[in-house]
T-cell receptor, first 122, second 107 residues
Framework: QVQLVQSGAEVKNPGSSVKVSCTASGGTFTNYAINWVRQAPGQGLEWMGSIIPILSLENYAQKFQGRVTLTADRSMRTAYMELRSLKSDDTAVFYCARGLVAGRTILEMDVWGKGTTVSVYS | DIQMTQSPSSLSASVGDRVTITCRASQGISNSLAWYHHKPGNAPKLLLHAASRLQSGVPPRFSGSSSGTDFTLTISSLQPEDFATYYC?????????FGQGTKVEIK
C-alpha cells in the first residue's frame, strides 16, 4: 500500500522560500494527482494546488497563484511544493495528498502524508 | 468558488452515541463529496467518497447520505478512536473546497 512520506519541519525567515517534498513509499503516483493542502494553526484545511504529473497539468488556487510551484520528478515517486515570499501567516502544516483522476478531473484524496510544519518568523 | 458549510462546528458526545454531521454546498455538486477524519499530528483519512461510498478499510459504522445540496455523515456508534475533526470536501468543480470542520469531543 502506497504511503506518502513528507520532508521534515522547516523554519524560515520572512521573504524566503521553502520547498517541501512528498515521496511515494511502496509505489508511484503514476495516473494520480498530487494535491497540496495547508492547515494554519487553529484553522481548517485549505487546498493550495494540484499536479497531475502524467499529464504535466498543474492547477493552483487563486490565493497562491504566482507564489507557489508544484513539480514532480520523472520517476513519478516524488512531488515538490515550493512556496516563495514567505510571510508569518504562512506558518502552517502542509500536507500532500494523492488524488484519483478521471480524465482531467481530480476526485477524492485517498492517501495523505503526515504533514510538514513550516514556521515563518524573523 | 463553491462554499461548503458544516454544522455543527463542534459537538460533545459519549462512546456509543449516534453522531450526525451535516455539510451544505452553496450550489449543486452532484454526489462529488468526500468526508475525512483528522487527528492532530496525523494524516487526514478518507472515510467516504461520492457522498456515500465507504472507503476500503473504513468501519461500517460510518455512513453518508445526500439530499440536494445537503450532505450528512453519520457515525452509528461512536468509538474512542472517532474523537477527531471531520471535514467535508467537494470535488465537483475546481478549486476543491473543504468545510470548516466539525470537532467531535468526549462528553
Amino acid at each position: 500500500q502506497v504511503q506518502l512520506v513528507q520532508s521534515g519541519a522547516e523554519v524560515k525567515n520572512p521573504g524566503s522560500s521553502v520547498k517541501v517534498s512528498c515521496t511515494a513509499s511502496g509505489g508511484t503516483f503514476t495516473n494520480y494527482a498530487i494535491n497540496w493542502v495547508r492547515q494554519a494553526p487553529g484553522q481548517g484545511l485549505e487546498w493550495m494546488g494540484s499536479i497531475i504529473p502524467i499529464l504535466s497539468l498543474e492547477n493552483y488556487a487563486q490565493k497562491f497563484q504566482g507564489r507557489v510551484t508544484l513539480t514532480a520528478d520523472r520517476s513519478m515517486r516524488t512531488a515538490y511544493m515550493e512556496l516563495r515570499s514567505l510571510k508569518s501567516d504562512d506558518t502552517a502544516v502542509f500536507y500532500c495528498a494523492r488524488g484519483l483522476v478521471a480524465g482531467r478531473t481530480i476526485l477524492e484524496m485517498d492517501v495523505w502524508g503526515k504533514g510538514t510544519t513550516v514556521s515563518v518568523y524573523s | 468558488d463553491i462554499q461548503m458549510t458544516q454544522s455543527p462546528s463542534s459537538l460533545s458526545a459519549s462512546v456509543g452515541d449516534r453522531v450526525t454531521i451535516t455539510c451544505r454546498a452553496s450550489q449543486g455538486i452532484s454526489n462529488s463529496l468526500a468526508w475525512y477524519h483528522h487527528k492532530p499530528g496525523n494524516a487526514p483519512k478518507l472515510l467516504l467518497h461520492a457522498a456515500s461510498r465507504l472507503q476500503s478499510g473504513v468501519p461500517p459504522r460510518f455512513s453518508g447520505s445526500s439530499s440536494g445540496t445537503d450532505f450528512t455523515l453519520t457515525i452509528s456508534s461512536l468509538q474512542p478512536e472517532d474523537f477527531a475533526t471531520y471535514y467535508c470536501q467537494q470535488y465537483y468543480i475546481s478549486p476543491p473546497t473543504f468545510g470548516q470542520g466539525t470537532k467531535v469531543e468526549i462528553k
